[in-house]
């Protein structure tokens, strides 16, 4: 089965740039998705169609893929910026949708 | 602003069938896709189908042998039934509105707050 593939955790300072990484073979094909999930919440939307963002949705957050890699940046971390972020996609035949494992981020 | 909630029991027997309804209010369920995705304490999220309003549905094929999936247009609900549960499939279920961007590309925009299902005896 389609599995995306992402560090299990990243930390940052304040006001430093985060970086989180998410690697699939169909990426190259296939739009990735990012969500911002917070202890004992649904998760949230921050990034669509790659590098689009969401009504709401601060603008140090950015997207970028590349080949069989996609990235979520978050440029200037804040500490309200902690969370668990999952990317998502849809596997080759456009079927079955998939998330990756989750990056814990850590701004301290 | 479209809004999700979920509603069903919280513990559910293993070997029997866990139920869950979403209600969809502030927008119609009609000419979209509906999604249910749970997590496990502690772990990644797990899609496991879609059903649009016409009734027609894809399951995520590790859970399609056990999952059924309904709707109901007249009450703006659409379901989940899960058979033969196992503590495996304790977890917060949470349903959501598919957004299709082109076929084949789909991703969730709206989400319900999740509802913790315990599979105990």
């Known amino acids: 089965s389609y599995e995306l593939t992402q560090p299990p955790s990243v930390s940052v300072s304040p006001g430093q740039t985060a970086r989180i990484t998410c690697s699939g073979d169909a990426l190259p094909k296939k739009y990735a998705y990012w969500y911002q999930q917070k202890s004992g919440q649904a998760p949230v939307l921050v990034i669509y169609e790659d590098s689009k963002r969401p009504s709401g949705i601060p603008e140090r957050f950015s997207g970028s893929s590349s080949g069989t890699m996609a990235t979520l940046t978050i440029s200037g971390a804040q500490v309200e910026d902690e969370a668990d972020y999952y990317c998502y996609s849809t596997d080759s035949s456009g079927n079955h949708a998939v998330f990756g494992g989750g990056t814990q981020l850590t701004v301290l | 602003q479209v809004q999700l909630q979920e509603s069903g029991p919280g513990l559910v027997k293993p070997s029997e069938t866990l139920s869950l309804t979403c209600t969809v209010s502030?927008?119609?369920?009609?000419?979209?896709?509906w999604s249910w995705i749970r997590q496990p304490p502690g772990k990644r999220l797990e899609w496991i189908g879609y059903?649009?309003?016409?009734?027609?549905?894809n399951y995520n094929p590790s859970l399609k042998s056990r999952v059924t999936m309904s709707v109901d247009t007249s009450k703006n609900q659409f379901s989940l039934k899960l058979s033969s549960v196992t503590a495996a499939d304790t977890a917060v279920y949470y349903c959501?509105?598919?957004?299709?961007?082109?076929?084949?590309?789909?991703?969730?925009?709206?989400w319900g707050q999740g509802t913790l299902v315990t599979v105990s005896s």
């Open positions: 502030g927008g119609s369920i009609s000419s979209y896709y």
């Open positions: 959501a509105r598919a957004a299709v961007v082109v076929i084949g590309d789909f991703y969730f925009d709206y």
């Open positions: 059903i649009y309003y016409s009734g027609s549905t």
